[in-house]
């Protein structure tokens, strides 16, 4: 089992920039792959950035030279900069982790606006 914990949501204006982060804890031998989805109002849940144990990161479109992930393969954590921040980014962003499962974790609300 695997526990997630986000930190770092909030609210921001447009141009701005938030640091979400993710820690997670349990049992498991390794996380292959750590990643951040976002859900918007009436939207389905959505694919940020991707990480992979080696570092191999992929990104969506909308989020392509303004977000950057990273982890830390020591601490079990894994971070998302978020700049230049455009109002529909607006949605609640949630952690995942594959490890043999995929665990989500509870959800941080991101909120761009004036």
């Known amino acids: 089992q695997v526990q997630l914990v986000e930190s770092g949501g909030g609210l921001v204006q447009p141009g701005g920039s938030l640091r979400l982060s993710c820690a997670a804890s349990?049992?498991?031998?390794?996380?292959?792959?750590m990643g951040w989805y976002r859900q918007a109002p009436g939207q389905e849940r959505e694919l940020v950035a991707l990480i992979s144990w080696l570092g191999n990161t992929q990104y969506s479109d909308s989020a392509k030279g303004r977000f950057t992930i990273s982890r830390d393969n020591a601490k079990n954590t894994v971070n998302l900069q978020m700049n230049s921040l455009k109002p529909e980014d607006t949605a609640v962003y949630y952690c995942n982790v594959q490890t043999l499962s995929a665990y989500w974790g509870q959800g941080t609300q991101v909120t761009v606006s004036t």
């Open positions: 349990g049992s498991f031998y390794r996380i292959n792959y």
